[in-house]
């Protein structure tokens, strides 16, 4: 080979390089989506997990005492945000997530949340599970009239599919699906064992640019 | 006898731009993924074990992003061809012995989660064109219309 093929061989590898960093970045900056009603902690804090969950996945139920684990151990150090994918569930899934959005219009998310989760067996199964999602919103003081018009709402329905077509456009193709500052961990096995070693090498890079 | 060469010409070059678009796009659409997902789709071939697949999820769609752009543009095409023809000759091992122990797969995972989604009988025959094509370039060694093709100066 002579030097001018070795060199368009360099060249030509650092153009593929560098045309996948150039549409991932491309692709992640355009997820910027307004989810600070379904957000738990500090803007200020240094880690900030992205959780793509689904209210009737098992895995995404079975990982919530993981989640509350790291946030007591990582307190003020750790955001942890909530978006919407019920892509990947049945059609109840999606009228789970619109009901959790307007409790999150209330300020009620995260209680609200904790209900879907703690009472999936319950609701999950039912054909017909818009009645337990109004009676736990009615559990956590919501008007049962005002949330009953919220589950039609269009712009609360649009916002679901906002965060959902997020997840799409990732290509999470798994539930819960996580994203620590800017990286991507899928899956509730992954995350368990993925989540401590970023976190602290996170916090670890933070400490040294100060 | 000049119309003759050129047949054979848009064959090669054909051939050639087959294998490397179905390399390139394949490679691309799952670096446009999470990782994870092609971990996923690894785990559904018993083949490999568990302890490579984090290595395999990561190695395989660069070289076929890059395998795909040198064959497309013909830059090492032989060296491209070469580990293209392995490459594809293990897929067609893997999605064949799927095939045969009676795994049911909807998607063998080829183009990531977002791509062309192939049922495991479609991708093991494509990849199995795939590998004859890359079997015969890498054999005959003649690659018009490429870079190579311009260094030596055809």
């Not at chain 1, 319950?122 to 559990?139: G, L, V």
């Not at chain 1, 799409?168 to 995350?191: D, Y």
């Not at chain 2, 989604?117 to 990849?127: H, N, R, T």
Request: hydrophobic share 45%; with cysteine; charged share 20%.
């Amino acid at each position: 080979m002579t030097r001018r093929e070795w060199v368009t061989g360099i060249f030509l590898i650092a153009v593929c390089v560098g045309a996948i960093f150039f549409f991932r970045s491309h692709l992640r900056s355009n997820l910027e989506l307004s989810d600070s009603n379904k957000a738990k902690g500090s803007l200020n804090s240094p880690v900030e997990i992205i959780e793509y969950s689904n209210f009737e996945c098992h895995s995404c139920r079975d990982i919530q005492p993981f989640i509350d684990e790291l946030l007591r151990k990582y307190p003020g150090k750790v955001r942890m945000v909530f978006r919407h994918y019920p892509s990947y569930g049945t059609q109840f899934s999606l009228w789970s997530h619109v009901a959790a959005e307007c409790a999150a219009q209330k300020g009620l998310f995260w209680p609200y949340h904790d209900k879907l989760f703690e009472n999936q067996k319950e609701w999950s199964i039912s054909p017909r599970p818009i009645k337990y999602f109004i009676q736990y919103a009615a559990e956590l003081g919501i008007d049962k009239v005002e949330f009953e018009k919220c589950l039609t709402d269009e712009s609360i329905i649009r916002k679901v599919r906002e965060e959902d077509d997020s997840g799409l456009k990732l290509g999470l193709r798994v539930t819960p699906s996580f994203i620590i500052n800017g990286e991507i961990i899928v899956g509730q096995r992954e995350f368990k064992e993925k989540a401590g070693p970023k976190i602290e090498s996170e916090l670890k890079r933070r400490e040294l640019s100060l | 006898m000049q119309k003759r060469l050129e047949v054979a010409d848009y064959f090669w070059l054909s051939a050639r731009l087959f294998v490397g678009i179905i390399l390139a796009y394949a490679g691309f659409m799952k670096l446009m993924e999470p990782r994870g997902n092609f971990e996923f789709a690894l785990q559904n071939y018993p083949l490999i074990p568990d302890s490579v697949i984090p290595l395999l999820s990561g190695v395989i769609p660069w070289m076929e992003w890059i395998l795909g752009i040198f064959l497309i543009v013909g830059y090492a095409p032989r060296i491209a061809a070469l580990f293209s023809s392995l490459l594809f000759l293990v897929f067609v091992v893997l999605i064949g012995l799927n095939l045969v122990g009676g795994k049911v797969i909807d998607n063998c995972g080829c183009f990531g989660e977002r791509g062309i989604k192939l049922s495991p009988i479609l991708a093991f025959f494509l990849d199995a064109g795939a590998f004859a094509l890359s079997v015969l370039l890498l054999l005959k060694g003649y690659f018009p219309f490429s870079i190579q093709a311009w260094f030596k100066g055809k």
